[in-house]
């Protein structure tokens, strides 16, 4: 690879859909020359078409992986692999003009999906002998059909550029037909060697094949994974994300889009908060990947490709203000028992029931006899753990109810009272908070809400905290 003078930039599935706005703006634009070149772009499946690989993200309507999971009948991952492939088609003919191009693109889904089918009716046959067990192999199921999102999506946006005159390559991570093992490390730098940055435009799947398996710890959150890991052994000079919005103070449609400021700058710190509270800047862990390796990460609007965006790197905040002010459904699951006292286990054993039913921990607060975990899951996950608690704990009175959480987020939140000044705010447009909490950091106050009243919730604490926070500004030490 050439000099750290290149960019390293993602851009999401939403974004995808519309790559053909995108090449007039961020990916061509108003560029010439070289100035088409030093960058990089790791691209996310077309929208949606990971759901129908998988299964849909909010709903669980089952797609290709979940119907063969399912193992009822070869017809229903079949119908589903052939729904995969028509939206797939319908989705670069979508940004595709040439006649030519679009003849490829369709090749090259035909070649990827019957590949794929044949690779799952092998698995199937050889699964039905008894030494041979189909949920060995699930996870590698599961990374070969999501690759096919990225892998398609790459090579079409590749194609697009090079019919409209830019030097691009397909840079494939997906591990189609190859042989052997390699580690994520391994599978970047082979793939990299003899790329020229400063003269080519690699486009680049946001999902890779590796010996570690993206999915088995990161699942959905792998392109950001691989993006990170992308910027960090090639030296970057930064790392980009291109959404469809820029980070903002809120929803800009939840407060006003003439309420909500633009970031501009914050930090890793902030971004983990927004992670844990649904709102991912950057996955956590790709963020570590980033800091560590000193690669700063920029959050941009991909149609407004001459701003500037939101720069996160480790700098301490100049002054302390309430920047984000966000929130999520939860539900509180609590257990109450009057021998819990002085006594010890408590903690983790609910601990271990969340861990084993794979349960999101967003925040606890406890007292001498009641322990609450405000956590995100379904309702028929949280029934079992609600089970298990209680043939544990068969005195203890274990129920849950559904709540939703507002926060107030910040690089820095010393001296500005926003504990108080958010219930107050609250209290003023007549909403009652069922609790609320702040830890000694001071980053971020959290208040609880029944569920119905989290958007009011978010719009009366932006007003004081981010629209009447003038006042408060106070220069960080």
């Given at each position: 690879?050439?000099?750290?003078?290149h960019?390293?930039?993602?851009?999401?599935?939403?974004?995808?859909?519309?790559?053909?706005?995108?090449?007039?703006?961020?990916?061509?634009?108003?560029?010439?020359?070289?100035?088409?070149?030093?960058?990089?772009?790791?691209?996310?499946?077309?929208?949606?078409?990971?759901?129908?690989?998988?299964?849909?993200?909010?709903?669980?309507?089952?797609?290709?992986?979940?119907?063969?999971?399912?193992?009822?009948?070869?017809?229903?991952?079949?119908?589903?692999?052939?729904?995969?492939?028509?939206?797939?088609?319908?989705?670069h003919?979508?940004?595709?003009?040439?006649?030519?191009?679009?003849?490829?693109?369709?090749?090259?889904?035909?070649?990827?999906?019957?590949?794929?089918?044949?690779?799952?009716?092998?698995?199937?046959?050889?699964?039905?002998?008894?030494?041979?067990?189909?949920?060995?192999?699930?996870?590698?199921?599961?990374?070969?059909?999501?690759?096919?999102?990225?892998?398609?999506?790459?090579?079409?946006?590749?194609?697009?550029?090079?019919?409209?005159?830019?030097?691009?390559?397909?840079?494939?991570?997906?591990?189609?037909?190859?042989?052997?093992?390699?580690?994520?490390?391994?599978?970047?730098?082979?793939?990299?060697?003899?790329?020229?940055?400063?003269?080519?435009m690699?486009?680049?799947?946001?999902?890779?094949q590796?010996?570690?398996?993206?999915?088995?710890?990161?699942?959905?959150?792998?392109?950001e994974?691989?993006?990170?890991?992308?910027?960090?052994?090639?030296?970057a000079?930064?790392?980009?994300?291109?959404?469809?919005?820029?980070?903002?103070?809120?929803?800009?449609?939840?407060?006003?889009?003439?309420?909500?400021?633009?970031?501009?700058?914050?930090?890793?710190?902030?971004?983990?908060?927004?992670?844990?509270?649904?709102?991912?800047?950057?996955?956590?862990?790709?963020?570590?990947?980033?800091?560590?390796?000193?690669?700063?990460?920029?959050?941009?609007?991909?149609?407004?490709?001459?701003?500037?965006?939101?720069?996160?790197?480790?700098?301490?905040?100049?002054?302390?203000?309430?920047?984000?002010?966000?929130?999520?459904?939860?539900?509180?699951?609590?257990?109450?028992?009057?021998?819990?006292?002085?006594?010890?286990?408590?903690?983790?054993?609910?601990?271990?029931a969340?861990?084993?039913?794979?349960?999101?921990?967003?925040?606890?607060?406890?007292?001498?006899n009641?322990?609450t975990?405000?956590?995100?899951?379904?309702?028929?996950?949280?029934?079992?753990?609600?089970?298990?608690?209680?043939?544990?704990?068969?005195?203890?009175q274990?129920?849950?109810?559904?709540?939703?959480?507002?926060?107030?987020?910040?690089?820095?939140?010393?001296?500005?009272?926003?504990l108080?000044?958010?219930?107050?705010?609250?209290?003023?447009?007549?909403l009652?908070?069922?609790?609320?909490?702040?830890?000694?950091?001071?980053?971020?106050?959290?208040?609880?809400?029944?569920?119905?009243?989290?958007?009011?919730?978010?719009?009366?604490?932006?007003?004081?905290?981010?629209?009447?926070?003038?006042?408060?500004?106070?220069?960080?030490?």
């Amino acid at each position: 690879m050439g000099s750290a003078s290149h960019t390293v930039e993602k851009i999401g599935g939403t974004s995808m859909s519309r790559v053909h706005e995108l090449r007039d703006t961020l990916l061509i634009g108003d560029r010439t020359g070289d100035d088409l070149y030093n960058r990089v772009f790791v691209v996310s499946a077309f929208g949606g078409i990971t759901n129908l690989l998988l299964e849909h993200k909010k709903s669980g309507e089952p797609g290709v992986y979940a119907a063969f999971a399912a193992g009822e009948d070869d017809h229903a991952w079949m119908a589903a692999l052939d729904r995969a492939s028509d939206a797939m088609i319908a989705a670069h003919r979508n940004v595709l003009d040439h006649p030519g191009d679009i003849e490829r693109a369709d090749a090259f889904v035909r070649d990827r999906l019957v590949g794929a089918k044949n690779c799952l009716i092998d698995l199937q046959r050889l699964c039905s002998y008894g030494h041979f067990r189909l949920s060995e192999h699930m996870l590698q199921t599961r990374e070969l059909l999501s690759g096919l999102g990225e892998a398609h999506s790459a090579f079409v946006t590749t194609l697009m550029l090079q019919r409209a005159g830019v030097t691009a390559r397909f840079v494939d991570l997906s591990g189609w037909r190859d042989e052997g093992e390699v580690s994520l490390e391994e599978r970047i730098t082979g793939a990299m060697e003899g790329v020229d940055p400063a003269s080519e435009m690699p486009i680049v799947t946001g999902y890779a094949q590796c010996r570690e398996g993206l999915m088995r710890e990161f699942d959905r959150g792998y392109s950001e994974v691989t993006f990170s890991k992308l910027a960090a052994l090639t030296g970057a000079r930064e790392a980009i994300i291109h959404k469809e919005f820029h980070l903002s103070s809120a929803d800009p449609n939840l407060v006003g889009h003439e309420a909500v400021r633009k970031l501009g700058r914050t930090n890793y710190d902030v971004a983990d908060q927004l992670s844990n509270l649904g709102m991912e800047a950057i996955h956590p862990k790709a963020a570590k990947t980033l800091r560590q390796s000193g690669v700063s990460l920029r959050v941009t609007n991909a149609f407004e490709p001459h701003d500037p965006g939101t720069l996160i790197d480790d700098q301490p905040a100049e002054e302390a203000a309430v920047e984000i002010v966000t929130g999520l459904d939860l539900f509180a699951l609590e257990l109450f028992e009057q021998d819990m006292v002085g006594a010890k286990g408590y903690d983790a054993a609910i601990l271990e029931a969340l861990t084993r039913h794979k349960v999101r921990i967003v925040s606890k607060v406890s007292n001498a006899n009641t322990i609450t975990h405000y956590v995100d899951t379904s309702l028929k996950v949280l029934r079992r753990v609600e089970k298990d608690l209680a043939e544990r704990y068969p005195s203890a009175q274990v129920t849950s109810r559904a709540v939703a959480m507002a926060a107030a987020v910040g690089r820095d939140l010393t001296g500005l009272a926003v504990l108080s000044r958010g219930l107050a705010a609250l209290a003023d447009n007549g909403l009652e908070a069922i609790g609320a909490t702040q830890g000694p950091r001071p980053v971020e106050v959290q208040y609880i809400v029944e569920r119905d009243m989290l958007k009011p919730a978010i719009k009366a604490l932006h007003g004081a905290l981010v629209e009447g926070n003038d006042q408060f500004i106070r220069k960080a030490a």
